[in-house]
């Protein structure tokens, strides 16, 4: 059996490198003007330095600068026409706007994702899932002791928070943004595009009513949990059919109170009362999926689980 040697001598960081198409390259750095006035770093060099940094965990650009120096004479292989370093790497960093990367990743993204899993829930309920969460990450506590509002306790939030997006058939970001750790979850959903064929699960912290009329209003999905202080008002309760999952305790039908600021309106969604046996307790689910069979909401909640995996996996 004859072997395969197109990647013989090269790297495995090359190896991963070849795969990041030149032309993707070429077209976000042109579209977003990052190669402007540069003479020697361009976007594929910073690219490939940043991508570097991620893989060989560097915690600082002197680091990376240093550690890229075991690249010298290898550097053919991934097409880094010179290494840089630590000033040119800060300088980059500062002046170039991170779109361009951001522009590469959705490319890339769109160009493998068919790759990255084999189970695809849209061909079964023909709609797109996809879940959305935040996490806090402390910098430097000591230097940003001032930063954000001063809570009751006296306990301020250093750091950034990272508000992240994923399509359930695909474990890697769809979309990330970054904002002060002190600003609420809630204010991600005013970014959140809508579409009819999309259906967007969220745990109870980002309760908004107002959000929740804008889904309804534009058919778009959503399933979360209903808070435990919630008013609302029961209209009726729905059949449990005999086939449906015995988990089902609950499923009935509210109308909420959404109050824009200026005038108040009634909105009808469904709630779900669902006992878990493994977890051994219920939960209330919160949706405006009113034609979907109960207990498929309850099991479409359950894939939210996905994004802290992502979470702990970094």
């Not at 706007?97 to 189970?119: E, M, P, R, T, W």
């Not at 309760?237 to 109308?255: P, R, Y």
């Amino acid at each position: 059996m004859s072997k395969i040697t197109f990647f013989f001598g090269q790297s495995v960081f090359g190896q991963l490198l070849s795969l990041i198409d030149s032309t993707i390259i070429s077209k976000a750095s042109k579209c977003c003007n990052s190669d402007q006035c540069v003479k020697k770093f361009k976007t594929k060099g910073h690219l490939i330095s940043m991508v570097f940094c991620a893989f060989a965990k560097c915690t600082s650009l002197r680091e990376v600068a240093g550690a890229m120096l075991g690249l010298s004479g290898k550097t053919k292989h991934f097409q880094l026409n010179h290494i840089s370093k630590k000033s040119t790497l800060g300088d980059a960093n500062q002046r170039r706007d991170a779109d361009v990367f951001g522009f590469i990743y959705n490319q890339l993204l769109l160009k493998y994702g068919h790759f990255i899993s084999d189970i695809r829930i849209k061909d079964v309920i023909k709609k797109q899932i996809e879940i959305f969460d935040s996490t806090t990450i402390s910098l430097l506590k000591d230097v940003m002791r001032c930063v954000g509002r001063k809570p009751k306790n006296g306990k301020r939030k250093e750091g950034i928070k990272v508000h992240t997006v994923i399509n359930v058939d695909e474990p890697v970001p769809k979309f990330v943004w970054f904002t002060p750790a002190a600003t609420h979850d809630h204010v991600l959903l005013n970014k959140l595009k809508m579409d009819s064929n999309t259906i967007y699960v969220f745990d109870k912290g980002y309760n908004d009513y107002k959000a929740f009329q804008k889904f309804s209003d534009n058919e778009t999905g959503f399933v979360t949990r209903i808070k435990d202080n919630a008013v609302y008002e029961s209209i009726c309760q729905n059949e449990i059919e005999e086939h449906i999952h015995s988990g089902i305790l609950e499923d009935e039908i509210i109308v909420v109170t959404v109050n824009d600021g200026v005038v108040k309106s009634k909105l009808k969604l469904r709630k779900i009362r669902f006992y878990d046996r493994e977890l051994k307790r219920e939960f209330e689910f919160l949706t405006n999926l009113f034609e979907m069979r109960p207990d498929l909401v309850a099991a479409i909640y359950k894939l939210r689980w996905q994004i802290e995996l992502l979470y702990y996996a970094n």
